[in-house]
């Protein structure tokens, strides 16, 4: 029940409205999904689908997947536990469906995501470990 809690913390904290469904999986089957959606052959850490009925409100809720393996080896990596991680992950889904995308808006969901991620007492976020990554010898995002 705490991460049901959280998400709807979040959920209210990104501006979205609607039903936002959460499916924390493996990442073979985050692969299927990110090849399916995005043609990226590859698992990934979240994916994120908005609703994308035309009759619903701008920011009306939609789809998160998160792979759990992603999400403990993250964890593990960054020295918090995977609840945490999880909870940074629905964040950054949640503002994903609020129609924020990081890759091309000039850094204001990075700022969004920070301001909310101190407001919700989580650690470091997606965006800033990838803006750091090359300096780490890892990949962007």
Same mark, same amino acid.
């Given at each position: 029940?705490?991460?049901? %809690?959280? =998400?709807?913390?979040?959920?209210?904290? *990104?501006?979205?409205? $609607?039903?936002?469904?959460?499916?924390?999986? +493996?990442?073979?089957?985050?692969? !299927?999904?990110? #090849?399916?959606? !995005?043609?990226?052959? *590859?698992?990934?850490?979240? #994916?994120?689908? /908005? =609703?994308?009925? @035309? @009759?619903? /409100?701008? +920011? =009306?809720? $939609?789809?998160?997947?998160?792979?759990?393996?992603? =999400?403990?080896?993250?964890?593990? @990596?960054? $020295?918090?536990?995977?609840?945490? &991680?999880?909870?940074?992950?629905?964040?950054?889904?949640?503002?994903? #469906?609020?129609?924020?995308?990081?890759?091309?808006? +000039? +850094?204001?969901?990075?700022?969004?995501?920070?301001?909310? %991620? *101190?407001?919700?007492?989580? /650690?470091?976020?997606?965006? &800033?470990?990838?803006?750091?990554? /090359?300096? !780490?010898? %890892? !990949?962007? %995002?």
């Amino acid at each position: 029940m705490a991460l049901a %809690r959280f =998400a709807n913390k979040a959920q209210r904290a *990104a501006g979205l409205c $609607g039903e936002v469904n959460i499916l924390l999986t +493996g990442d073979a089957e985050m692969q !299927r999904l990110n #090849l399916r959606f !995005r043609h990226k052959d *590859a698992a990934t850490d979240v #994916l994120s689908f /908005p =609703a994308d009925n @035309a @009759a619903l /409100p701008a +920011g =009306a809720g $939609g789809d998160i997947a998160i792979s759990i393996q992603r =999400a403990r080896a993250q964890a593990s @990596a960054i $020295g918090h536990d995977l609840l945490t &991680e999880v909870k940074v992950l629905i964040l950054h889904g949640m503002l994903h #469906l609020a129609g924020h995308d990081h890759e091309s808006d +000039g +850094g204001q969901m990075r700022k969004l995501e920070q301001k909310l %991620r *101190a407001g919700l007492n989580l /650690p470091e976020g997606l965006i &800033e470990r990838t803006d750091v990554a /090359p300096r !780490r010898g %890892r !990949r962007r %995002r």
